[in-house]
């Protein structure tokens, strides 16, 4: 054990851990109910101002939640170390908030928190919504959360989030669903969790950035990669794949951008879309998205009002090129390329060469999901009527 631990009053040893550590430990676990003596420490701390609990390697019994009271860092010794487990039937949430008034600051760390859903019927890993008072700033680092027979992490009440490098996964219900607002979550891994989604962020002006979300991959899950119902979020650079029958991203709010993801349904998977776009979202930006995979169902499917759709890479919504109406003919059947039907306002024609006759008027008509044709009134004659044309779907 580092020297390093010796100023730190609130050290607490699971049943197993080295004698070394329970040699220099303040609280000693039995393995019966490791919770009370976790608790203790904590309530120490909590009396002392805030502080830091620290977990020793081992694994750690827990029949009763804990209770994130106050200002606090709680840290393990890696996800391969320390181990909280819900006991047999104890059928409780592991963590829990439960304080009427607001507290400021708290760290989980460097842990895992196991379920043990095989031998329970219920219980979050993490629920900081029991209680009425609102959480600010939690932080949660290389936290490993499994095997819930409920949520993985539900943070409710809670603002100025942070989620790094954690994993969430095989918990009944959603791995992780977020109210509040004002956070991060960063390089994490959520996936193979049965409930409505792996990722349900229902808060505002939430980054979600660099995460690996993934569903079913044959094993009967159907739960929705990323599902966004708040407002001003920006989902970014991640990596989801693997759906059913759900969407891989579903946006259900406003404003939101979802930009530079790659969206890969695999060969088992059924009839997911990639993103699709709530008839109640407003406002939304799909950008510079990669679709990877044969969607047997749109990679886009935007039912919403006002939302922007762009500049990703299989599923077109811009093209251009060239045609001419031929000496004799009046008309130029035109392939658009586009994954989805334009209207007549997006089609924009520029005329490069006069025909030798007068043409007349122009139009566009039968617009269709793969061509549109141009029409002039007359023959343009032997010069022809050359033009440029431009689809764009926003």
Known sequence: MSS??????????????????????????????????????????????????????????ISSPINLNGDLVIRGQGIANTNLQLAANANVDLFVYNRAGNEFE???????????????????GINTGVGAGTLQDIHLVYVFVQSFSERGILLDNAWGLTMEGCIVEFCEGTGVEVLGGNGKINACKIGRNEGQSNLWIRGNEIMVQGVQCWSNNGTGEVAEGIRVSGNRNVIMGCDVYNSDTEPLILVAGDDNSVVGNMLYIGTEAGSAEGVQLHA??????????????????????????????????????????????TSGATTDVITHGLSVTPTAADIRITFTEQGSNDYGRWWVDSITSTQFTLNVSADPGGNNLDFSWQAIVL
């Open 4 to 61: 390093g631990l010796a100023g730190f009053k609130h050290i607490v040893a699971a049943s197993d851990a080295p004698r070394q550590w329970r040699s220099f430990a303040w609280y000693l676990c039995s393995g019966t109910n490791d919770a009370e003596q976790i608790q203790l420490a904590i309530d120490d701390a909590v009396a002392a101002g805030g502080g830091t609990v620290i977990l020793s390697p081992g694994t750690f019994s």
């Open 106 to 124: 708290c760290n989980l760390e460097y842990m895992t928190l196991n379920g043990n859903k095989a031998n329970n019927t219920s219980g979050n």
């Open 280 to 325: 109640d979202s407003n406002r939304n930006l799909v950008e510079s998205n990669q679709f990877i995979g044969t969607f047997d169902n749109k990679a886009v499917d935007d039912n919403g009002t006002g939302n922007i759709v762009r500049n990703n890479t299989g599923w077109i919504t811009e093209a251009s090129g060239t045609g001419s109406v």
